[in-house]
């Protein structure tokens, strides 16, 4: 879950483009084509490193990936797990919750998103992470999995099943 850097930089992207509500042809703008863009956002694709800067800035990221910074969250955010899984008081979460911006335009974003969809039932965060289904880990799945959307109860059990 944590360690997921295969596509870091096509994550980032999706979920911002999604967040802004955008399609892929309002973000490539003369960078690349569509159907590239895709591939990168899927994983695909490599992408060359200027041009997901131009990417980046057509969407207005500032992509966090200081190493220091993303080990430590990365403490934190597995700590936040740990004491859900153990129904703890989340104390993690109040370091997680500080460096928020940081964490949305991070490699850690998704993970972030898990969290916050967790904690805050946000449906804009439910609905990325519902178009992001495809590039989560295993363990992201199984906590997507578990997040209570109040639906039906079929549809929760169905859910459940899926998370082990």
Known sequence: M???KINAEGQM????RLRQGKELKEVVNGICSVSTL?????????VDPDMLVKLYKELGINYENNEEFVDDMRYYIKQYFYETIYQFEPKSLKVLEHQDEKLNYSPLALDWMII???EYEDKDVLNILDQCVE???QEQLGWYYLIDRYEDRD???EKRKKAH
Not at 38 to 46: A, L, T, V, W, Y
Request: aromatic share 4%; glycine share 4%; hydrophobic share 45%.
């Open 38 to 46: 895709s591939k990168i956002e899927r994983g695909k694709q490599k």
């Open 135 to 137: 590039f989560m880990s």
């Open 2 to 4: 944590l360690n997921n």
């Open 13 to 16: 992207l999706r979920i911002e």
């Open 155 to 157: 549809v929760i059990l």
């Open 116 to 118: 916050k969809a967790m």
